[in-house]
């Protein structure tokens, strides 16, 4: 039924308009800001829980942004209904901490494959199946990142479940860590992974499961080889970053396909 | 354990110690849009707290003692990470109110479970203890919500239940996601139904996890919204009333709180 709403994010087949391309931040609030940073006249569609909606215009081109929450059980149920609702192009954008010394804040970093600190991943495929983004898509937001000359990188994101734990952050409350994840840094460091953030290995091997394409970028916000606290500065300079390669990106990938001219 | 200053407001959930005025007993829902209703119905006084992200809190009174009312989003991970910052700015004792897929046959729409524990079947919990530790509920908060409930005569069942990482397993599967995997999760409904697992939600084995590995206090009481076994579309057919859904919690809650004060406090 072309007007029937999906229960999480409220959203129906006849409010998306057709639109293939979904972007996925994590905060609501977040979503607002892409939306009309997109399209001036962007759309507010729905609000519920904590996903905020919004349809913007490319050039004829409908680009739905969605904001997920944080996490890999909020953005894998998201994509589930996104995809019901015909969405083809899944680009998550968030913010992450970066273990790599040459990477700075507010640096963009790409996604080529996730590592699955996640529990949900566990639940459909087996542990060897790689979180694998799709090239294409990422290849248009590179091509976006480098046409504005943003400082950008490829390279292997672990998503955790955790903002602790998982991404070995020591100040928690109990300040302490299982014997599993003592030391874990560092050995993510020697296998060589990129970053930490929350969602990508649950959206990178749902796409694959779906049949859809996704790629994920994210902004350097903490240089975790300094630093277990986020960046103000950082994050200022990320959004400006992420904002670009959105966009660039999102008209690279349009004329690739021949949605746009 | 760590103690944030008075004053500081902590990242993800945007509020201070200060902010809750020293509260110690906390509410955690799923969904935003229930908290100032909650809240308002709780205590006509309630005072909005803060808002970011999927936190929205609120502080209400209750015998006398300040307690928080906040959303965590969906899922485990952001209730971990919501988990961790109140710990941090003093809150100890965590009343959970959440949605649940009934597994037993004998389960309907609208019947309360009182978790006292749950399979530990999503991330989050992994990174804070190894599979062998019990996501357990406090002993005197659930003798607390339990004699509350006896008090009011509201129908509840006390047993041990699921939390998984994925919207409720689902039975008849109708689109190609859930398709994928509904041979699997049949199995495992089956199995769990034979282990008298009363029903399945999004987040409390991390939550009890958590707590345990703390040294806090934490409960469950979750709502049946729909039931893993019947013969429809399951999650877009969910239907109850918010109505009555906030006049059993506001009826309940506060009535357990007090007597948990009253026993433990």
Redesign the interface.
Known sequence: MINEKQYLTQLSEEMVEGAKYAVLPGDPKRAKDLAFMLDPNAKFLAFNRQHGSYLADIQGCKVLIVSTGMGCPAISATTVELHKLGLQFFIRLGTSGTIREEIELGDICFTRAAIKLDGISREYIEEGFPAVASFSLTESFIKGAKSENIPCHLGLTASSDTFWPGQERHDNYSGYLIKELQGAMAEWQALNVANFEMEASALLALATVLDVKAACFCGIIAKRTASEVPSHEGKRLAQLHWEKTLKAGLIVDMKKRGFIK | ??KAEVNEVL??IGFSTEMIEHAEYAILL????YVERLAKSIDKNAKFVAEN??YLSYLVEINGEKVVIVST??????L??G??EM??VGLKKYIRLGEAGAIQYNLNVGDIIVSKGSIR????S?????MNYPAAASFELTQAIRAAAEEIKMEHRVGITAT????WPVANAN????R??AEKYDETLTKWRKEKILCVD?AISALFTMCN??GLESAAILDIVLRNFDDRDV??G?SYSEEERIAKWSKLVPLALTKYMQMWG
């Not at chain 2, 998984?164 to 919207?167: F, I, Q």
């Not at chain 2, 689109?175 to 859930?178: A, G, M, R, S």
């Open positions: 354990m760590k990242y993800h799923d969904d935003i849009k992200r999927e989003g969906f899922g485990a991970p952001p971990g990470i988990i961790e710990a941090m079947k999503e991330g989050t992994r990174h804070y203890a190894p998984v990482d994925t919207l689109n190609l996601f859930d994928i995997n999004n590995v703390f999650i877009n969910i």
